[in-house]
């Protein structure tokens, strides 16, 4: 019981983000997830995504309310500050439409995970996205052939961010996890150039909690004199540019093959 009654700071629940010593926090209560991580049914790196943080919207959004009982059996202690703003509890509104949800979803025997539909338009945006590109190559001594190329190589390459990563980045392309991290790799690490890691970091633990808060929302900043926004910014930043560095060649790689058969 003496664990139980232990007290964190935010600062000494940020230390606590290794495998074998993961906490989290949910409504002010730290819990010693450690010997769940392997077993965490969303993945590995999903729930160390959350290690050493306050994870209460999170835990929320993509947990049922039925994993409250799981988690409970890992309680250690409590929080008494926080980094980042914290939200009231929700009313009973939001876990009533939830369980409503899922229980449409299990009598109709959909799974909401898994749509073939979603995934031929996965497909179909990629293959046109790479057939403009090829377009591109192949017309390049045609300028209204090539800036058409050009805009549809965009359209579609947006579409298939917007789509099969951006899906993937919210772990909703199946259940399983590597297909999550083999679609968004795929995607934005190699096609786009861009880096999934980063993006999960600043899209899914900072846009998404945070939406729109100033100083916590890394996609915002309305004042340069909140040094929590400005440090999380610049760190955000930074993460970008080092991304850029490391996989900017990428998608330039098969230009220039290609390119040498001319």
Request: hydrophobic share 40%; aromatic share 12%.
């Amino acid at each position: 019981m003496a664990l139980a009654n232990r007290t964190f700071t935010w600062k000494e629940l940020s230390k606590l983000n290794q495998r074998h010593n993961a906490h989290v926090a949910v409504r002010g209560k730290v819990y010693d997830v450690s010997s769940f991580v392997e077993r965490h049914p969303g993945g590995v790196d999903q729930i160390m995504l959350g290690a050493g943080r306050d994870v209460t919207q999170l835990f929320e959004s993509y947990h049922s309310v039925d994993t409250y009982k799981v988690l409970e059996k890992y309680y250690v202690g409590v929080l008494i500050d926080n980094e980042l703003p914290v939200f009231p509890s929700p009313s009973k509104f939001y876990p009533t439409l939830k369980r409503r949800v899922q229980d449409h979803f299990k009598a109709s025997n959909t799974d909401p995970k898994i749509c073939y539909r979603m995934f031929l338009l996965y497909a179909i945006y990629l293959a046109a996205a790479i057939a403009f590109w090829l377009g591109t190559l192949l017309c390049y001594d045609n300028l209204p052939l090539v800036s058409l190329c050009s805009l549809g190589w965009g359209v579609f390459s947006a579409l298939v961010a917007l789509t099969a990563m951006h899906d993937a980045s919210h772990f909703s392309v199946t259940h399983s996890p590597w297909v999550w991290k083999l679609l968004g790799s795929v995607v934005h690490d190699i096609y786009n150039g861009a880096s999934l890691y980063v993006w999960t970091n600043q899209h899914i633990l900072g846009h998404h909690l945070y939406t729109n808060i100033d100083g916590a929302d890394p996609d915002v900043v309305t004042s340069t004199g909140n040094s929590l926004g400005a440090s999380r910014c610049q760190t955000y930043q930074m993460d970008s540019e080092v991304a850029a560095i490391l996989f900017l060649p990428a998608h330039l790689y098969p230009h220039l093959v290609l390119s040498s058969w001319n």
